[in-house]
């Protein structure tokens, strides 16, 4: 027990969380050191099972590159393993951080929210999220909520403004009824009767009231109106005119609720938190960074209008769940033993809109529960984004050392008027304030990669703080799954480009890292990093065995062999263990099939294409983008996302490779079952029993592209141009076997 194996010193405070290893990790290193034997035995078999060239031109090729596939698969399996070996779990006490200090010596603590697209990601979405970290259990005039809007949408900040007026009840009624959780849309989506401290009459008129809200900001979405506001509201609106479009528009800074001057108050007289909306400058001809740049202004307008010593981020559709999350999160920063070298407290993702044996296998308890609690006992979680916990300083490029010394009570008030705020926030987010500054490099969130989040944690990390990953029982945050296929495989596109690029730059963990960080969470590091370069071995086991089993050509062990021990006590023992942590940590038999089959969909699209663009880049030929996840689904897709019917979306060149594997090993497995026993009858499968396995299961994995090539009529399904296009590639490759 770490966090509760240092007692208190006399006169201290007791430690404010605990660390402790979960029992039973010898049967699982006795497990990884018998199939790291297995992987060697293969290796063994590959080395010295090569064909001769002369006669046996496909077997020679096929079995050399099937040396190199095992040979990278067994390193990245001994990757994944050495950061699965020194899982912790953190428990958080909340009740002796209410002992150990007052609601007067809390930290003020500053909340971004990010959203770029209001046709993209809805603005009632937005606001949504906005109303439930508003809506913290926390001393309300030490809560500031800044929002970001880069498409600086007058409709986005009119649904702001809505909330604002909104939030003067929804505020109390959470806190007086100790509602959970504190979205809105969520609370009304999932509460069928009223909470049991809350008369049917309240929940009604909350509801009424919410269902106004809405019913005024879709009106303004749908007719792009904005509608007359009070006089005394007016001010903020004067700033939008008729030549402002989302990639061209001045710097805007708008405090709505200010508790210092205009004593904003919710209806039971109590304080509101401030809430600020921000447009930073943005022209046609300046690179802006995309979120990165966002968060930057962000952290430099907070630090003008409260500067608090905690920050925290969040996606504009990741809505809190949990009211007690920044106690927990001040847990850690807060523990006088354990907590001065803490940079960041990292919450996992979890989502809302998962459906009972998800077709996309969303459901991501093996690496909430087992893959980030491993990361953290080697020191550090990696900062994915949103759900993020942050001291100030490290943000802005402090270096830890003993000697630091937080100042916890820091940013409360300000002697200056909301104008003054407000001119002065608007000069540091023009769109050339960034320029010659450490901003983006130094300071602030990385530029240059689309995975700027992660790199930020990692430069955090090796500047001396560890980072801290925390799974409440209540989840943190609740989020929005992408529910087509097209929006999953894109998203992972652009995560394991950005993992690659990291890993093959200055900042590879093993170089900017070494001696600054573990090994183990190098390591860690890696696991993502080379997500893409996977892709490589993944693709070849898809396509060439399967080739050589049409063409009749063994490049396995036969089935009475020796040697097929090593085969397939790794697959089966591998496959199994995996099946066995998915049902040990909530899913379900069916998601874990699906796990599997997206696992294959990724490497042979998302992380392929990412490899060759990264090398592609390298090599000056091609350039990274940024692709905004869509936030919006139309009702028919998501009737067939709970029927377990899979939603390709937009065509992609993604479709066509996975079209073009799946319909080759149906052709392979067909064809070459029906070589074998027609010619040499059942016994004949003997030297090739693996690779007819290997094409039954890749078929057997893709029905639903099946079904989607030649059975589905509806709109998510793929067009018969797909299946043209794949067929002339699987002929071309089916020729290479004649």
């Given at each position: 027990m770490a966090g509760s194996s240092t007692p208190a010193v006399a006169g201290g405070k007791p430690p404010l969380f605990a660390t402790e290893k979960p029992k039973r990790m010898v049967a699982y290193r006795l497990y990884a050191g018998t199939i790291f034997a297995g992987i060697l035995l293969i290796w063994v078999y590959r080395a010295t099972h090569i064909p001769p060239r002369e006669g046996n031109s496909l077997g020679w090729r096929a079995s050399l590159g099937l040396l190199v596939a095992d040979?990278?698969?067994?390193?990245?399996?001994?990757?994944?393993?050495?950061?699965?070996?020194?899982?912790?779990?953190?428990?958080?006490?909340?009740?002796?951080?209410?002992?150990?200090?007052?609601?007067?010596?809390?930290?003020?603590?500053?909340i971004f929210v990010c959203t770029a697209d209001p046709a993209l990601e809805p603005p009632m979405l937005v606001i949504s999220t906005v109303l439930s970290v508003m809506a913290y259990d926390y001393p309300q005039e030490k809560l500031n909520?800044?929002?970001?809007?880069?498409?600086?949408?007058?409709?986005?900040?009119?649904?702001?403004?809505?909330?604002?007026?909104?939030?003067?009840?929804?505020?109390?009624?959470?806190?007086?009824y100790k509602v959970e959780?504190?979205?809105?849309?969520?609370?009304?989506?999932?509460?069928?009767?009223?909470?049991?401290?809350?008369?049917?009459?309240?929940?009604?008129?909350m509801k009424e009231l919410y269902k106004d809200l809405t019913d005024r900001v879709n009106s303004v979405v749908h007719s792009g109106k904005i509608p007359e506001v009070p006089e005394s509201n007016r001010r903020g609106f004067s700033e939008w005119n008729e030549t402002i479009s989302s990639e061209d528009h001045p710097s805007i800074v708008q405090i709505l609720i200010d508790r210092n001057e205009r004593k904003a108050v919710d209806v039971d007289g109590n304080v509101l938190p401030t809430l600020v909306y921000m447009a930073r400058?943005?022209?046609?001809?300046?690179?802006?960074?995309?979120?990165?740049?966002?968060?930057?202004?962000?952290?430099?307008?907070?630090?003008?209008?409260?500067?608090?010593?905690?920050?925290?981020?969040?996606?504009?559709?990741?809505?809190?769940?949990?009211?007690?999350?920044?106690?927990?999160?001040?847990?850690?920063?807060?523990?006088?033993?354990?907590?001065?070298d803490i940079g960041f407290v990292q919450y996992p993702q979890n989502f809302d809109n998962v459906?009972?044996?998800?077709?996309?296998?969303?459901?991501?308890?093996?690496?909430?529960?087992?893959?980030?609690?491993?990361?953290?006992?080697?020191?550090?979680?990696?900062?994915?984004?949103?759900?993020?916990?942050?001291?100030?300083?490290?943000?802005?490029?402090?270096?830890?050392?003993?000697?630091?010394?937080?100042?916890?009570?820091?940013?409360?008030?300000?002697?200056?008027?909301?104008?003054?705020?407000?001119?002065?926030?608007?000069?540091?987010?023009?769109?050339?304030?960034?320029?010659?500054t450490p901003w983006g490099i130094?300071?602030?969130?990385?530029?240059?990669?689309?995975?700027?989040?992660?790199?930020?944690?990692?430069?955090?990390?090796?500047?001396?703080?560890?980072?801290?990953?925390y799974n409440p029982v209540r989840k943190g945050f609740l989020g929005m799954a992408p529910t087509s296929l097209g929006q999953i495989l894109i998203q992972h596109k652009r995560w394991s480009e950005g993992f690659l690029q990291?890993?093959?730059?200055?900042?590879?963990?093993?170089?900017?890292?070494?001696?600054?960080?573990?090994?183990?969470?190098?390591?860690?590091?890696?696991?993502?990093?080379?997500?893409?370069?996977?892709?490589?071995?993944?693709?070849?086991?898809?396509?060439?065995?399967?080739?050589?089993?049409?063409?009749?050509?063994?490049?396995f062990p036969e089935i009475t062999s020796p040697w097929i021990v090593p085969f397939g006590y790794v697959a089966v023992a591998a496959y199994s263990c995996s099946l066995a942590e998915s049902l040990q940590y909530g899913d379900t038999a069916v998601e874990w099939w699906n796990a599997q089959r997206m696992w294959f969909f990724r490497r042979t699209t998302s992380y392929l294409l990412a490899a060759i663009d990264t090398i592609g880049g390298m090599l000056g030929v091609s350039e990274s983008g940024f692709d905004l996840t869509v936030k919006v689904n139309d009702s028919q897709a998501l009737e067939r996302h709970k029927k377990g019917k899979m939603e390709f979306g937009p065509i992609s060149g993604m479709f066509v490779i996975l079209s073009t594997i799946v319909l080759f090993n149906l052709v392979c497995m067909v064809a070459g079952l029906g070589r074998v026993l027609w010619f040499e009858g059942a016994e004949g499968l003997g030297p090739l029993f693996l690779q007819a396995v290997l094409c039954v299961a890749i078929v057997a994995i893709n029905a639903p592209v099946y079904e989607a090539l030649f059975f589905r009529k509806d709109s998510g399904s793929l067009p018969s141009f797909v299946t043209l296009i794949s067929l002339c590639f699987v002929s071309s490759l089916c020729l290479q076997a004649i």
């Open positions: 040979v990278l698969f067994g390193l990245y399996w001994v990757l994944t393993l050495s950061v699965r070996w020194n899982p912790i779990r953190r428990t958080t006490f909340k009740d002796r951080l209410s002992e150990c200090y007052g609601e007067d010596q809390l930290p003020g603590v500053d909520i800044y929002l970001s809007d880069d498409a600086g949408s007058s409709v986005t900040f009119y649904a702001l403004y809505e909330a604002s007026e909104f939030a003067k009840h929804w505020i109390p009624f959470c806190k007086n959780p504190r979205s809105p849309a969520a609370y009304f989506a999932e509460v069928a009767t009223p909470h049991d401290a809350c008369s049917p009459q309240e929940s009604l008129r400058e943005k022209r046609p001809q300046v690179k802006h960074n995309f979120k990165a740049g966002s968060l930057n202004a962000l952290i430099r307008v907070s630090s003008v209008i409260s500067n608090s010593p905690v920050t925290m981020n969040v996606d504009c559709d990741m809505y809190s769940n949990n009211s007690e999350s920044i106690r927990d999160a001040l847990c850690f920063f807060l523990d006088e033993e354990q907590g001065q459906v009972h044996n998800d077709i996309y296998g969303n459901p991501i308890n093996v690496v909430n529960e087992l893959d980030h609690p491993c990361l953290d006992g080697w020191g550090g979680m990696c900062y994915y984004g949103t759900g993020c916990f942050h001291r100030r300083e490290t943000l802005c490029g402090q270096i830890y050392s003993k000697d630091y010394k937080e100042d916890w009570a820091r940013g409360v008030g300000t002697a200056q008027s909301a104008d003054e705020l407000e001119e002065m926030s608007k000069s540091l987010v023009t769109c050339t304030y960034e320029h010659n130094e300071k602030g969130v990385r530029y240059g990669c689309p995975l700027e989040d992660v790199i930020t944690g990692l430069k955090i990390q090796c500047r001396g703080w560890r980072s801290v990953y990291i890993s093959l730059s200055n900042y590879s963990p093993f170089l900017l890292g070494h001696g600054k960080i573990k090994l183990g969470l190098q390591m860690g590091y890696s696991v993502c990093g080379f997500w893409a370069l996977n892709s490589f071995p993944t693709f070849y086991y898809a396509i060439i065995p399967s080739l050589c089993f049409l063409d009749g050509v063994s490049v």
